[in-house]
């Protein structure tokens, strides 16, 4: 089961989503997007939130206004984390999730610890909580089709763009071949009068010459 939520209207058309417990979280883990935020508070336990960006955007994209409530929602799903002040909430790009064997179901390291940001959120604002609760979705998403059919399309989309590029590539270079063999036509042509010019004036006879044979 995953839960999903709209952000606010303002923020843009954005869903923020979380996984029932640990087994689902580890499938959203195998099978994010490019375009996912991963959240969690930090040092503490917390359920695992992610916001999906358009497709083109990075985590540099994330307005305050999104960021604010993907921060507030993560430390009200922290059991800890939503009795205190203070929490710090980390996040960084799907795709900087690191998962290896040896670590527990639902455990994440990072790739890249550069890539990790923070965001102090001082206490919880319940109208924030409250609002994105009242736009709570329950789906069963088939995680790994949809992944692939979006990794399909992406394969088809850049198959396209190749052969896209192999024709403009290919009519490029017909039209210098084309270019090349109009400049040499041109330069033959030339040439050719250059030498027509030379052949009449050797074959014309002088104004002397006319005079003599009229005579």
Same mark, same amino acid.
């Given at each position: ?9 303002? @923020? ?6 979380? !996984? ?31 916001? +999906?960006?358009? %497709? ?8 305050? @206004? ?20 203070? #929490? ?20 994440? !390291?990072?790739?890249?610890? %550069?890539? #990790?940001?923070? #965001?102090?959120?001082? %206490?919880?604002?319940?109208?924030? #909580? ?21 990794? @399909? ?13 192999? +024709? ?32 009449? @004036? ?14």
């Amino acid at each position: 089961m995953v839960f999903y939520f709209k952000a606010r209207p303002e @923020a843009g058309d954005f869903t923020i989503f979380m !996984g029932l417990d640990k087994f689902e979280n580890e499938e959203l883990i195998k099978y994010g997007f490019p375009e996912d935020i991963w959240f969690h508070v930090d040092k503490m336990s917390s359920a695992h939130v992610y916001v +999906r960006l358009h %497709k083109g955007q990075t985590l540099d994209d994330l307005s305050e @206004a999104l960021l604010e409530d993907c921060a507030q929602f993560v430390k009200a799903n922290s059991i800890q984390g939503n009795k205190v002040n203070n #929490v710090d909430v980390v996040y960084t790009p799907w795709s900087n999730l690191k998962k290896t064997a040896s670590m527990d179901v639902g455990q994440v !390291g990072f790739h890249n610890s %550069k890539m #990790v940001r923070t #965001v102090r959120v001082e %206490k919880r604002i319940n109208e924030i #909580v409250n609002r994105l609760n009242k736009t709570k979705v329950e789906r069963k998403p088939d995680l790994k089709g949809e992944r692939e059919a979006v990794g @399909a399309a992406e394969r088809a989309e850049r198959k396209q763009q190749l052969r896209e590029k192999k +024709r403009r590539e290919e009519l490029e270079r017909l039209e210098k071949e084309k270019q090349t063999e109009l400049r040499s036509y041109k330069g033959l042509m030339v040439a050719e009068n250059m030498t027509s010019n030379k052949q009449i @004036a050797s074959g014309s006879k002088s104004l002397q010459e006319l005079e003599e044979d009229f005579m």
